[in-house]
């Protein structure tokens, strides 16, 4: 019998009933693709739904009725596209729309109507600094689906809620939506108010902003504006797909051509203010957990920017623990103490592997080689 058999269905798209089973079931995502039932991704694990395969005519029948329809033509003409939706009452959600071998596909990613606090996401006290911060620049970084957006959400609403300033966010699309409190907070999407990043940033320059919120810092262009921004005394807040703090120096500077890259190394030194880097990792009782690393902007970072000494950041971070620094390996060991993780879902995402087995074979866990 299908799950959705007895949903309720007055005044409900099609789509919401899926929905609603999703975030009753704590769900973080819901996969629709032709030639498969619905999926949903449970505690980081992909759960099927007692449902029948979907076809094209199914999913039309999903899709085609939320999506604005100048979106809908894009996406039958280019294959991909990205919207949001809101279920009034239940929440919002980032879609996205592709095609691939069997056919149309869409994923939905659950957005929280409510903003989650740092103290709620459970985050490290000294993460609370980086929403004191006047300029520079600041990045949260992760793989996808590792809650970089809750967690910048968690920040510019702690900024919001004290600090009488001028946000512009850059989004695609928007995801949290900020209310405005002390602060001023302009959210601008890419389709619906701008055509891409590039422009959107350029101009949000001349808007009278304290803080810019680049939703995805995904090209050449884009990085360079953020870091002229920074370089103007901005506060800019962005997100890039890496997971440690000296990865994240070490993409940026390798996104320009080598002869500019001493130059960016140079600006980079003197911009950036803190990165932070997440992985999720599933809790022993069920549910999700983060690994953060914290890092801040201190005199010997910019030096080894500079020198492009990256591979001593994990060191210099180590070393500056009383200052509210994180290494990512000591979050991981520390949620292992506190049995929230299985030792083994922890070495995998180390980074430090052969340290990390070292840790846990002292205290009588003793992992195989090829576990991670």
Same mark, same amino acid.
């Given at each position: 019998?299908?799950?959705?058999?007895?949903?309720?269905?007055?005044?409900?798209?099609?789509?919401?009933?899926?929905?609603?089973?999703?975030?009753?079931?704590?769900?973080?995502?819901?996969?629709?693709?032709?030639?498969?039932?619905?999926?949903?991704?449970?505690?980081?694990?992909?759960?099927?739904?007692?449902?029948?395969?979907?076809?094209?005519?199914?999913?039309?029948?999903?899709?085609?009725?939320?999506?604005?329809?100048?979106?809908?033509?894009?996406?039958?003409?280019?294959?991909?596209?990205?919207?949001?939706?809101?279920?009034?009452?239940?929440?919002?959600?980032?879609? &996205?729309?592709?095609?691939?071998?069997?056919?149309?596909?869409?994923?939905?990613?659950?957005?929280?109507?409510?903003?989650?606090?740092?103290?709620?996401?459970?985050?490290?006290?000294?993460?609370?600094?980086?929403?004191?911060?006047?300029?520079?620049?600041?990045?949260?970084?992760?793989?996808?689906?590792?809650?970089?957006?809750?967690?910048?959400?968690?920040?510019?609403?702690?900024? &919001?809620?004290?600090?009488?300033?001028?946000?512009?966010?850059?989004?695609?699309?928007?995801?949290?939506?900020?209310? &405005?409190?002390?602060?001023?907070?302009?959210?601008?999407?890419?389709?619906?108010?701008?055509?891409?990043?590039?422009?959107?940033?350029?101009?949000?320059?001349?808007?009278?902003?304290?803080?810019?919120?680049?939703?995805?810092?995904?090209?050449?262009?884009?990085?360079?504006?953020?870091?002229?921004?920074?370089?103007?005394?901005?506060?800019?807040?962005?997100?890039?797909?890496? &997971?440690?703090?000296?990865?994240?120096?070490?993409?940026?500077?390798?996104?320009?051509?080598?002869?500019?890259?001493?130059?960016?190394?140079?600006?980079?030194?003197?911009?950036?203010?803190?990165?932070?880097?997440?992985?999720?990792?599933?809790?022993?009782?069920?549910?999700?957990?983060?690994?953060?690393?914290?890092?801040?902007?201190?005199?010997?970072?910019?030096?080894?920017?500079?020198?492009?000494?990256?591979?001593?950041?994990?060191?210099?971070?180590?070393?500056?623990?009383?200052?509210?620094?994180?290494?990512?390996?000591?979050?991981?060991?520390?949620?292992?103490?506190?049995?929230?993780?299985?030792?083994?879902?922890?070495?995998?995402?180390?980074?430090?592997?052969?340290?990390?087995?070292?840790?846990?074979?002292?205290?009588?866990?003793?992992?195989?080689?090829?576990?991670?």
């Amino acid at each position: 019998m299908s799950e959705l058999a007895n949903a309720p269905t007055g005044g409900l798209r099609a789509i919401d009933r899926f929905l609603k089973l999703m975030n009753d079931r704590g769900a973080s995502d819901l996969h629709l693709s032709v030639g498969r039932p619905p999926i949903f991704r449970l505690s980081g694990r992909l759960d099927p739904i007692r449902y029948r395969v979907l076809d094209d005519t199914d999913f039309r029948r999903l899709i085609e009725p939320i999506t604005p329809p100048h979106l809908w033509a894009r996406y039958q003409e280019t294959g991909d596209m990205d919207f949001a939706y809101e279920v009034p009452g239940l929440a919002r959600f980032r879609v &996205n729309l592709f095609r691939q071998q069997r056919g149309m596909g869409a994923v939905f990613r659950i957005i929280p109507t409510k903003i989650m606090t740092l103290d709620q996401l459970g985050l490290p006290g000294s993460v609370r600094r980086l929403s004191r911060l006047e300029g520079g620049l600041v990045l949260v970084t992760g793989p996808t689906g590792s809650g970089k957006s809750t967690t910048l959400a968690a920040i510019i609403h702690e900024m &919001n809620m004290v600090r009488p300033m001028h946000f512009v966010t850059i989004e695609d699309p928007i995801e949290f939506v900020h209310e &405005n409190q002390r602060a001023l907070v302009s959210q601008r999407e890419v389709g619906p108010h701008t055509r891409g990043f590039r422009g959107a940033l350029k101009a949000a320059v001349r808007e009278d902003p304290d803080c810019i919120l680049v939703g995805e810092m995904r090209d050449l262009e884009t990085i360079e504006m953020a870091l002229n921004a920074a370089e103007t005394g901005l506060l800019v807040f962005g997100t890039l797909h890496t &997971n440690s703090a000296a990865k994240t120096i070490d993409r940026i500077i390798n996104v320009f051509p080598t002869e500019r890259q001493d130059g960016i190394r140079g600006i980079l030194a003197s911009v950036v203010k803190g990165i932070l880097a997440q992985q999720l990792l599933r809790r022993k009782k069920g549910g999700r957990v983060a690994a953060v690393e914290v890092m801040f902007g201190v005199p010997s970072l910019s030096s080894l920017i500079r020198e492009g000494k990256t591979h001593q950041i994990p060191g210099l971070i180590s070393a500056n623990k009383r200052r509210g620094m994180i290494p990512m390996d000591d979050s991981l060991k520390d949620l292992v103490e506190r049995d929230l993780v299985e030792p083994e879902a922890a070495l995998e995402k180390a980074l430090d592997k052969d340290e990390f087995r070292k840790w846990l074979k002292d205290r009588g866990v003793d992992v195989a080689e090829g576990a991670e």
